[in-house]
């Protein structure tokens, strides 16, 4: 019932975006991602961290605001590694972190070439690998959420789009009852093509 009713609802809304001949887009970046938070504090000068990012995004361009402004959503992972010493003890982490959500974007220019500022808002999702060795658990795995906000800012050249998103370091209850925040900074490339409905 629950896909009946959502393919009823994607099936309205091209029909209201066809009537009207609204522009969307759609993108995808890849890119390197940088650990932020308490989750990859390691004692001062040890150790090191980084990641690999990627995001897709579909927005729909409002013709009221010359095409500048779009919303849509958003889809972003990032695998996140890091190791060194914490209190005179090895720590080593992995991670997988990312925001599905909303997202609204503001074009400064009607050109081919334009910076960008960009905001999403969301779910954030931290999950933590099982870690087995000998077929015995030597870390138990999980995932939780949290609210998410990723501030962006790139530019579009063409079709081509550099960009810098930070997703806000967040509390996560993954660890029982300790919470640690973790987040990322995210330098990406990508490809911006859109198409009018």
Known sequence: MKKITLLFALISLLFVFNANGQKISISGHIGY???????????????????????????YHLPQFDNKLAVGLIYNDALLVGGGTSDSNVDLDMYLLGIRGVKGQYRFFDSKVS???????????????????????????????AF?????????LGGFVISAMY???????????????????????????????
Not at 148 to 156: S, Y
Not at 188 to 194: A, E, K, V, Y
């Open 33 to 59: 991602s940088s650990p932020q938070g308490d989750a990859f504090t390691y004692d001062e000068g040890s150790g090191g961290k980084g990641g690999f990012g990627y995001s897709v995004d579909i927005l």
């Open 167 to 197: 997703l806000v370091p967040m509390k996560y209850e993954t660890w029982g009852s300790d919470e640690d925040s973790a987040g990322s900074f995210q330098i990406s490339i990508g490809w911006r093509g859109g198409f009018d409905l």
């Open 148 to 156: 998410g906000i990723a501030p962006e800012i790139g530019v579009e």
């Open 115 to 145: 910076p960008y500022g960009a905001v999403s808002l969301g779910a954030s999702r931290l999950e933590v690998p099982e870690v087995k060795s000998n077929d015995e658990v030597i870390a138990e795995g999980g995932s939780t959420y």
